[in-house]
T-cell receptor, first 111, second 114 residues
Framework: RKEVEQDPGPFNVPEGATVAFNCTYS??????FFWYRQDCRKEPKLLMS???SGNEDGRFTAQLNRASQYISLLIRDSKLSDSATYLC????????????FGSGTRLQVQP | NAGVTQTPKFRILKIGQSMTLQCTQD?????MYWYRQDPGMGLKLIYY???????DKGEVPNGYNVSRSTTEDFPLRLELAAPSQTSVYFC?????????????FGPGTRLTVL
């Protein structure tokens, strides 16, 4: 079983739609959780951290369910510029702060 | 601040050749990392460093070596390149203090081994 699993997509949605991605992680001792965004042929960039209480940043909402070991990302009112790959990322070892990456979910927002 | 910079951007190697991928950060981060990303896959950790003079293996270290003589620089050495090392290589750094541990990535080096 992969340590971090995501549906690879692609998710093809029209502008203005709401889309949700889920991600599951295998290690219940995981400490920190993130969503990174990666544009085609570019480096990953932090989209948002995911807190136990859930958090929102504009059109983006992240949720963490520790009991079921999954993380979600909700994007409301999708824009063309949201088209990218979204990486679910988990920190399994706070000592070295090394991150474990999911393979990513590709989102294509269409006009 | 330039952030994390990597050179070269692209490189084609022949089987058996060697090269060094350069990585520099100007954010005074103690933690630095090397990842590789194969097409359609997540990033895999090759090596990491928690400070100058300290390095350790990650998930996929075979065929690579690193050094960390300064806080700013963390070069990755490929000895005897093999086709399996064809990948995109990302260097990253992070703050070592309290917090969630956001990592900042360089633009990547695309390496092809033929």
């Amino acid at each position: 079983r992969k340590e971090v699993e995501q549906d690879p997509g692609p998710f093809n949605v029209p502008e203005g739609a709401t889309v949700a991605f889920n991600c599951t992680y295998s290690n219940s001792a995981s400490q920190s959780f993130f969503w990174y965004r990666q544009d085609c042929r570019k480096e990953p960039k932090l989209l948002m951290s995911v807190y136990s209480s859930g958090n929102e940043d504009g059109r983006f909402t992240a949720q963490l369910n520790r009991a079921s070991q999954y993380i979600s990302l909700l994007i409301r009112d999708s824009k063309l510029s949201d088209s990218a790959t979204y990486l679910c990322v988990v920190n399994l070892d706070t000592g070295r702060r090394a991150l474990t990456f999911g393979s990513g979910t590709r989102l294509q927002v269409q006009p | 601040n330039a952030g994390v910079t990597q050179t070269p951007k692209f490189r084609i190697l022949k089987i058996g050749q060697s090269m060094t991928l350069q990585c520099t950060q100007d954010m005074n981060h103690n933690y630095m990392y090397w990842y590789r990303q194969d097409p359609g896959m997540g990033l895999k950790l090759i090596y990491y460093s928690v400070g100058a003079g300290i390095t350790d293996k990650g998930e996929v270290p075979n065929g690579y070596n690193v050094s960390r003589s300064t806080t700013e620089d963390f070069p990755l050495r490929l000895e005897l390149a093999a086709p399996s090392q064809t990948s995109v290589y990302f260097c990253a750094s992070s703050y070592s203090g309290r917090g969630q541990g956001e990592q900042f990535f360089g633009p990547g080096t695309r390496l092809t081994v033929l």
